[in-house]
């Protein structure tokens, strides 16, 4: 799929519809902080590391581990088809997903967001505001996750796996212990399955 980014400005309005077609869930090449990989954990009711390998992977670029969606058969692995394909995590689904087809420019310029024109939902709708209070959010537990993470490896000196596996750990952990979900984890706790 060829990619066709345009760079929209705050005071921009911009006309999109999901469609719900699931294009954006085939193959999706979702990274992830470990905010994310936290919020769907408790949206499951299962410890993080039930994830790994069957939802969740690492990839390791250099010898910086991201952790990415796994995807089964080309298609993500929280994919489901019933009347349309539908995501089985939705309300805990992370942040990339969120924001799509948004995609952050560069966290150093929050005035900026990228829309994929590949989204058969773009310029069908009302002209709105691009999501800006979620890009915001977003590259909060950005920042904090790279922070951490590069701190981790570069100076605490952890095997980069054991680095991520250590940060995601603490945010769970921390969100867990300050009982403050509904804020920390976001929009995952109040839509919990049964
Ligand atoms: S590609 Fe666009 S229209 Fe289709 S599911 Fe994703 S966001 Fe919705
Ligand atoms: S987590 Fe949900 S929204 Fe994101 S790619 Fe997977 S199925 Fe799609």
Redesign the pocket.
């Known amino acids: 799929m060829s990619h066709e980014y345009i760079k929209v400005s705050r005071g921009e309005k911009v006309r999109?519809?999901?469609?719900?077609?699931?294009?954006?869930?085939h193959g999706p090449n979702v990274s992830l902080t470990a905010f994310d990989i936290c919020r769907v954990a408790n949206f499951l009711g299962v410890d993080w590391r039930g994830l790994r390998g069957r939802y969740v992977k690492a990839v390791i670029a250099d010898v910086v581990p991201i952790p990415v969606l796994q995807s089964v058969n080309g298609v993500c692995a929280f994919l489901v088809m019933r009347d349309k394909?539908t995501c089985t995590i939705y309300s805990a689904r992370p942040m990339r997903c969120r924001l799509?087809?948004f995609l952050s420019y560069s966290p150093a310029r929050p005035d900026l967001i990228y829309l994929?024109e590949?989204?058969?939902?773009?310029g069908i709708g009302e002209p709105e505001d691009p999501p800006w209070t979620l890009l915001s959010q977003y590259h909060v537990e950005l920042k904090l996750h790279y922070t951490k993470l590069y701190q981790l490896i570069f100076e605490g000196g952890y095997e980069p796996l054991q680095a991520l596996e250590g940060l995601i750990d603490e945010v769970c952990a921390q969100a867990r212990s300050e009982q403050r979900s509904s804020s920390f984890l976001g929009y995952a706790t109040a839509e919990r399955r049964k």
């Open positions: 999109v519809t999901c469609l719900r077609c699931g294009r954006c869930c394909p799509y087809p994929d590949c989204c058969g939902g773009v």
